[in-house]
Structure formats: C-alpha cells, structure tokens
C-alpha cells in the first residue's frame, strides 16, 4: 500500500508542488478549490522560483485547507490572521516570496483589517482569494461578498446587505497588481499567479468560485459544470477596467481582468528610503546596507530567470510532442470513418462494370452520412445543454423574485 501511495506520487506530474500523499483532498465534487490549487501549482512550477523560497500562508475555511496540500512551507493559521502571519514572515525573512492562500470570508471578514492595512503598506506578498460568496466550511452562512439577494443560511429571505466589491476595496486600500478571474479561466489565472509572483509589491488576485454544496445548491444553481458554464456565458474580459465598476451582482456579469500594475516602493523599500535619508548610506537593515541587498536580490532574480527558462523550454518540448499525438488523433477518426464506409460499401456493390460511377456515389453518400452523423452529435449536445440550462435557470429565477 505504502509502495503504491509512493508510485502515485511520483508518477503525478504535481509532485514537487502538491503534497500527493495527502489525496484524496477534503474538497466537495465541483468545488472550485481544486482547479485553483493545480494552477497555482503550475504557476509556481512555472515561475522558476526555488521552492525551498515560497511559503503559503491560509487561514481558516475549506480554502485555508490549502495550505495543507502544497509541497511547501506553509501555515494553516487562525481564522483571519493569514496576512498578519504571512507579514512577519516577509518581515523575518524578506528573501522568502510569501503567498496567502484563503478564502473571502477568513481575507476580508474577519481578516478586513488585515487586508486593508497591508495594501496600504504594498506589503511583498501576494493574496489569492477563493471568493465562493459563502463562509463554505461553517454552513453557508452570508459573507461580505454574497451578492444582494442570494440565499444564504443566515440569509433566508435572500441577502439584504451591500456586497464588497474586493477588487475596489483593494484598489482603494492601495494594492498595486490586481485581477480577477473565475475558477473557470485556469489559463488566466496561471499566467496571472505567474505574474504576481515575479513582481514586487501587494498582488491580490481575487477567483470567482463554486461553493457547489451550498451556495449553488441553496440558490438553485445548479452542480460545478452549470457554474462553469455560466462563468463562461457571464464574464466580460476587461484589462485595466475601472474597478469601481467591477461589482458583482446575483448570477450577473463578471468583470474579470488584471485591472491594475502600478509600481511604487513596498513597505521594506520605504523603510529603506525612510532611513537612508536620516542615517545615510551606513545603514542597515538585516545587517546589510541597501546596496548589499539589492546586490543580493538581482543575483536571486537572475537565478529565477534561469530557472524559469529551463522549465519553459521542458514544456515547449513536451508541448510540441503532445501536439504532433492531438494533431494526428484528431484528424484520424473523421477521415478513418469516412473512408470505411467507402471502401466497405463499395466492394460490396461495386460489379465489374459500373465500378466507377457507384464508388464516386458511394463516396458522396458516406462523406454527407458523416456530415450528418456530426450535425447530429452537435444539435445533440446542443439540446442537453439547453435542457441542461432550463433546468439549472428557471428555478432559481423563480425563487429570486
Ligand atoms: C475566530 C474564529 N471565528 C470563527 C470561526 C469559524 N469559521 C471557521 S471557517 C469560517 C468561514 C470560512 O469562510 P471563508 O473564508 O469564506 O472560506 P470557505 O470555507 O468559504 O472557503 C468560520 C466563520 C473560527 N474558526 N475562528
Ligand atoms: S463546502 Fe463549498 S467551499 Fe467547502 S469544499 Fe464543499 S463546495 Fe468547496
Ligand atoms: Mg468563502
């Protein structure tokens, strides 16, 4: 059992970034938290970041399990406290990337504080919110984020407060990277983890994300696959869209985005600007002047860099020999198809003389069957996915009203 719990591992092609011996995870089926964690997997993979460097910081909830499942450092820490702990460590050890890992309610209810104050300070961490609309691991209780009329179990009668719109809160705390995607946009959402992580500064990257069991259940949404579809019917891609306008109301568009970039000194580099010009140049910080810091960090950052380059050459290698296998088993079976049917027909009532002609009809005949057999797989699949939708929509716009 042992061995097979080690093969698993190493076979996976997370192991080094998920921690495999802790699977099956905690998580619900359709649960958003899972595609979230592989890509932000992937990103850290990708970024060439040594991961003896990273460490991940959750709070409490079902998403502050993650801190549980990553191959690195990491702290699962008191209900809201994840910025406070990811903040010292930054602060004992500012050549460590920091990133906190947990969901809207543990970040921006209880954690409001928090969240404020190290945007204000553009503290070097980054924070990746799981905004499900609900506090999941207690109940399904109202956060400050489910929308104006949802159902929550304190919310009943549908939500009556005024929702945070997070991108905003952050913008106007004074974060200088924000965006936003939904669990849906795993590409997006990589490049942006990717983004976040080799920049300097507070990065808050906010996922719109199922809570299936109850949220959607209790709303009548439907199961995962609805909310992925309606993420992909209901965002609206808007780099650098004003944030103000970035409010999300019930089962309305979703704005997402990198809506801000923007530079200006962290909290250790004011320090750092602060003292120098009452000290001089002889201070120092962590028993190193500035210069010798920076020093330190170029080399560190060049180190990324190649570390980076190789893993990105290793997935174009795989990329293009993955792509040779798709192209070939994706022509294979429509060409195949057709031209069985040709061949099988034609010998069967093709005589000596007419051969010719009845072939060339034969061939029309099976390449219009395949034709036909597409179009209706396709108008198949199109009425699931309308019956599909009924089902999931009609419901619950019943109930909202
Ligand atoms: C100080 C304190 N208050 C309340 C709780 C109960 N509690 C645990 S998780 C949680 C909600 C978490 O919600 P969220 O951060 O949105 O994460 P999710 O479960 O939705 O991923 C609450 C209220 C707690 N553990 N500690
Ligand atoms: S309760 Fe909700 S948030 Fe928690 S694991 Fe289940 S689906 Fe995810
Ligand atoms: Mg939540």
């Given amino acids: 059992m042992s061995s ?14 998920l921690r495999m011996d802790r699977m099956s995870h905690i998580w619900c ?19 060439g970041i040594d991961p003896d460097k990273l460490a991940v910081v959750s709070g409490i909830g079902c998403t502050g399990r993650v801190a549980g499942y990553v191959d690195f450092d990491s702290i699962h820490t008191t209900h809201g406290r994840a910025i406070p702990v990811a903040t010292g460590l930054k602060l004992a050890n500012p050549n460590m990337k920091v990133v906190v890992f947990s969901g809207e309610g543990d970040l921006t209810g209880i ?27 207690t109940g399904g209780q109202v956060t400050p984020t489910t929308p104006h009329s949802a159902i929550s179990s304190t919310t009943p009668f549908g939500n009556h407060e005024y929702p945070f719109n997070l991108p905003f809160l952050a913008d106007a705390a004074g974060a200088t990277y924000i965006a936003r995607w939904t669990s849906m946009h795993s590409r997006n959402l990589i490049q942006s983890i990717e983004e976040a992580l080799s920049r300097k500064g507070f990065s808050f990257i906010e996922i719109i994300s199922p809570c299936t069991t ?18 992909q019917e209901s965002a609206v891609l ?24 923007k530079n200006k000194p962290t909290y250790i580099e004011a320090l750092d600007n602060r003292c120098v010009k009452v000290v ?7 028993g190193k002047t500035v210069p010798e810091r920076e020093a330190e960090e ?19 290698k795989k990329a293009k020999s993955e792509k040779g296998v798709t192209k070939i088993s994706a022509k294979i079976p429509v060409k195949s198809a057709a031209k069985k049917t040709t061949t099988k027909v034609a010998k069967k009532v093709a005589p000596k003389t007419t051969a010719k002609a009845t072939v060339t009809k034969v061939k029309v ?32 716009k019943k109930t909202r009203k």
């Fill in 4 to 17: 097979d719990i080690a093969q698993f591992k190493k076979d996976s092609p997370m192991s080094g970034t």
């Fill in 29 to 47: 089926p359709g649960c958003g938290i899972g595609s979230e964690v592989n890509a932000f997997a992937e990103a850290v993979k990708r970024s």
């Fill in 111 to 137: 954690g409001g504080n928090h969240f404020i104050h190290a945007a204000r300070r553009n503290m070097d961490i980054v924070v990746i919110c799981n905004n499900n609309f609900t506090y999941g691991m």
């Fill in 214 to 231: 109850l949220y959607l259940r209790r709303n009548r949404l439907g199961d995962g696959v609805d909310a992925l579809q309606f993420y």
């Fill in 238 to 261: 808007k780099h650098g869209a004003d944030t103000r306008e970035a409010d999300i109301d019930f089962q309305g568009k979703i704005v997402i985005g990198k809506f801000v970039d």
């Fill in 280 to 286: 001089g140049d002889d201070y120092e910080l962590y």
């Fill in 298 to 316: 170029k080399a560190e950052k060049e180190r990324v860099a190649a570390r980076r380059a190789a893993v990105m050459a290793e997935e174009e």
């Fill in 365 to 396: 005949k099976a390449k219009s069957t395949a034709k036909t057999a597409t179009s209706k797989v396709k108008a198949k699949t199109a009425a699931k996915t309308v019956a599909k939708k009924s089902v999931a929509k009609t419901p619950a």
